[in-house]
């Protein structure tokens, strides 16, 4: 089965899915966000041959869909599968440029595949965000096999180490490129999350760059010395 087939059948899945306490894409808003992709945010990165996944924990909330519901981001949205306003996305596509790549290079899907109740920072349950990342996340990084996958933010990093069968990994930790979780060819790290309390909690941009440019390097040249130059650059 070639990567294409198998995503289908990841989206047929998700599609034969009803009830719970999520909306379901195929049927929220007329199915006007259940596009060919397991997630929406996929449409604007969805190259099956991509080196570097980006995993996003969730794509959007009933509360914040329903306050952003004017004609032109709604057109926007169905073009891109995104909102390119928010400082989240925007953050994300500045920082890929150490990696040399635009989003659109890029493999990108969210843990979640369904549209949360509640607002934009609502909290999803672990035991939910397992389930989907078992469920869906891991056949994405098996079919599509990059090189390296960054996890946005700690429990989205958290519910993909766990369906791995992993126990927690200090967060600290997590964003180290020192090959400590492995999907067969694919090396998982947890990085900030590219909003502005990630970036906060993370210590400020400079902190969060240091992150993004020492990965980058261990991208680049996975045999090379990307640990001591990551403790080098937060010192």
């Known amino acids: 089965m070639d990567k294409q087939d198998a995503m289908a059948l990841l989206v047929a899945k998700r599609r034969a899915e009803a009830g719970g306490r999520y909306n379901h ?3 929220y808003d007329g199915g006007s966000w259940d596009f060919d992709f397991v997630v929406p945010w996929t449409k604007s990165a969805c190259r099956l041959d991509a080196d570097l996944m980006i ?6 909330s009933e509360d914040y869909l329903r306050r952003n519901d004017d ?3 709604r057109a926007d949205r169905a073009l891109t599968g995104q909102d390119a306003h928010l400082a989240t996305n925007q ?3 500045r920082l890929l440029a150490h990696f040399g790549l635009c989003f659109s290079q890029t493999y990108a899907t969210n843990v979640l595949v369904f549209i949360k109740p509640g607002g934009m920072s609502s909290k999803v349950p672990m035991k939910d ?3 989907c990342a078992v469920t869906y996340t891991l056949p994405q990084l098996d079919i599509v096999k990059p090189r390296m996958a960054l996890c946005l933010g700690a429990m989205t990093f958290d519910s993909v180490r766990s369906a791995l069968g992993l126990g927690r990994l200090g967060w600290r930790e997590a964003c180290i490129p020192s090959a400590h979780t492995r999907m067969g060819p694919t090396e998982i790290y947890g990085v900030p999350h590219t909003g502005s309390w990630g970036t906060k909690n993370a210590g400020g941009p400079l902190a969060v760059e240091a992150i993004w440019a020492a990965l980058a390097r261990r991208f680049h040249a996975p045999s090379g010395s990307a640990q001591e130059s990551f403790a080098a650059d937060r010192s």
């Open 91 to 93: 953050n994300l596509k």
């Open 25 to 27: 894409l195929h049927l």
């Open 129 to 131: 965000l397992y389930r």
């Open 71 to 73: 004609a032109e981001k």
């Open 55 to 60: 995993v996003g924990q969730d794509w959007a």
